[in-house]
T-cell receptor, first 111, second 117 residues
Framework: NAGVTQTPKFQVLKTGQSMTLQCAQD?????MYWYRQDPGMGLRLIYYSASEGTTDKGEVPNGYNVSRLNKREFSLRLESAAPSQTSVYFC??????????FGPGTRLTVT | AQKITQTQPGMFVQEKEAVTLDCTYD???????LFWYKQPSSGEMIFLIYQGSYDQQNATEGRYSLNFQKARKSANLVISASQLGDSAMYFCAMREGGAGGYNKLIFGAGTRLAVHP
């Protein structure tokens, strides 16, 4: 039982490049989320998927797209990376209202 | 408008003592949930404790307890018998609404706790 896994762990991009961050959970959770954490700050919600087949914007969705590939997987895509997207990205999943678990994070630097 | 406020950027405590980390929140929704997470220097987010707005009793999980004062809109985390491994960043977060099975969390800015031997 690996919980929430994310790949890659680290990534460096040049401005304008694209990439996809992958997330998978093996806990049979219905809901999945993408957050970003900037230095010295709490996490902010980018997108979420309340259930398989649905996705919705969070607080800071600009510059990102998501795909809920199936119940297990939820990917985050940066189409044209910008230095302002340098951050640590966390994927999370939840079941019900009380339990929310996070992946280990992806540290992304855009130069 | 900021929904979660953690007023203590940094705290320190002596090993084996108790410490309280403050969290106040703002919501007009009668149904909400409050979470505390620990983020050690390694960076992962570790779930500690949860309190629902309709829960009658304060939540407890081992050495962690949540001092929930609904009228004051505060949800302070109490760590008893601090250990060196408790040194980390601590985040308070809130879910507005009854969830409907999912949690869109709003996070505070965090409190960095240092435990001294």
């Amino acid at each position: 039982n690996a919980g929430v896994t994310q790949t890659p762990k680290f990534q460096v991009l040049k401005t304008g490049q694209s990439m996809t961050l992958q997330c998978a959970q093996d806990m049979n959770h219905n809901s999945m989320y993408w957050y970003r954490q900037d230095p010295g700050m709490g996490l902010r919600l980018i997108y979420y998927s309340a259930s398989e087949g649905t996705t919705d914007k969070g607080e800071v969705p600009n510059g990102y797209n998501v795909s809920r590939l199936n119940k297990r997987e939820f990917s985050l895509r940066l189409e044209s990376a910008a230095p302002s997207q340098t951050s640590v990205y966390f994927c999370a999943s939840s079941v019900g209202s009380r339990w929310q678990y996070f992946g280990p994070g992806t540290r992304l630097t855009v130069t | 408008a900021q929904k979660i406020t953690q007023t203590q950027p940094g705290m320190f405590v002596q090993e084996k003592e108790a410490v309280t980390l403050d969290c106040t929140y703002d919501t007009s929704d009668p149904s909400y949930g409050l979470f505390w997470y620990k983020q050690p220097s390694s960076g992962e987010m570790i779930f500690l404790i949860y309190q629902g707005s309709y829960d009658q009793q304060n939540a407890t999980e081992g050495r962690y307890s949540l001092n929930f004062q609904k009228a004051r809109k505060s949800a302070n985390l109490v760590i008893s018998a601090s250990q060196l491994g408790d040194s980390a960043m601590y985040f308070c977060a809130m879910r507005e609404g009854g969830a409907g099975g999912y949690n869109k969390l709003i996070f505070g800015a965090g409190t960095r706790l240092a435990v001294h031997p």
